[in-house]
T-cell receptor, first 114, second 110 residues
Framework: LAKTTQPISMDSYEGQEVNITCSHN???????ITWYQQFPSQGPRFIIQ???TKVTNEVASLFIPADRKSSTLSLPRVSLSDTAVYYC???????????????FGSGTRLQVQP | NAGVTQTPKFQVLKTGQSMTLQCAQD?????MYWYRQDPGMGLRLIYY???????DKGEVPNGYNVSRLNKREFSLRLESAAPSQTSVYFC?????????FGPGTRLLVL
């Protein structure tokens, strides 16, 4: 399963755009890229998912270059409530095939300050 | 819809005791998962169930057993709890690549 690498932590201020990049050099042809957000004492929450190019929803945008070896989660105009841990996951459709499990890693801790 | 529900929310056990963590989902998903999350760490997969009647080991299955009772319910059992199993346990269900998580069960083993 493709391993992902993310920055351990990031700091930002309210109103700024935040970009979190994830490296996944060994991504497989049928792998999707999914980002989750986790607040303290809660389970992770799905943010956005993509396969290639750009995906946008009401919460974030996901940019995936042509080689798909990395991806960037973009959070526009962050607020204090965006302070959380963000996980990048790479895996096949269905999430699990045999012993290949979705691996969360340690994620990126985003701290938004006033 | 309640989504994914877990019981109990919090539990304290003594070493050697057994317990079952319950998980249910009302989204008609085929796939369900059990993860554990230690402080400051990411989630690690304990067991996975692709459908009713099937289960597979994940990254850290030792010391745990699971039962996929029906499509809705997926339980995790600790037969003889150890302090190393102190953690927060999350259950999830999924459709395609998207997983939906429960609120978690905080387990303390003394």
């Amino acid at each position: 399963l493709a391993k992902t690498t993310q920055p351990i932590s990031m700091d930002s201020y309210e109103g700024q755009e935040v970009n979190i990049t994830c490296s996944h050099n060994n991504i497989a042809t049928n792998d999707y890229i999914t980002w989750y957000q986790q607040f303290p004492s809660q389970g992770p929450r799905f943010i956005i998912q993509g396969y290639k190019t750009k995906v946008t929803n009401e919460v974030a945008s996901l940019f995936i270059p042509a080689d798909r070896k990395s991806s960037t989660l973009s959070l526009p105009r962050v607020s204090l409530s965006d302070t959380a841990v963000y996980y990048c996951l790479v895996g096949p459709e269905g999430g699990y095939t045999g012993r290949r499990a979705l691996t969360f890693g340690s994620g990126t801790r985003l701290q938004v300050q006033p | 819809n309640a989504g994914v529900t877990q019981t109990p929310k919090f539990q304290v056990l003594k070493t050697g005791q057994s317990m079952t963590l319950q998980c249910a989902q009302d989204m008609n998903h085929n796939s369900m998962y059990w993860y554990r999350q230690d402080p400051g760490m990411g989630l690690r997969l304990i067991y996975y169930s692709a459908s009713e009647g099937t289960t597979d080991k994940g990254e850290v299955p030792n010391g745990y057993n699971v039962s996929r009772l029906n499509k809705r319910e997926f339980s995790l059992r600790l037969e003889s709890a150890a302090p190393s199993q102190t953690s927060v346990y999350f259950c999830a269900s999924s459709v395609k690549e998207t997983q939906y998580f429960g609120p978690g069960t905080r387990l303390l083993v003394l």
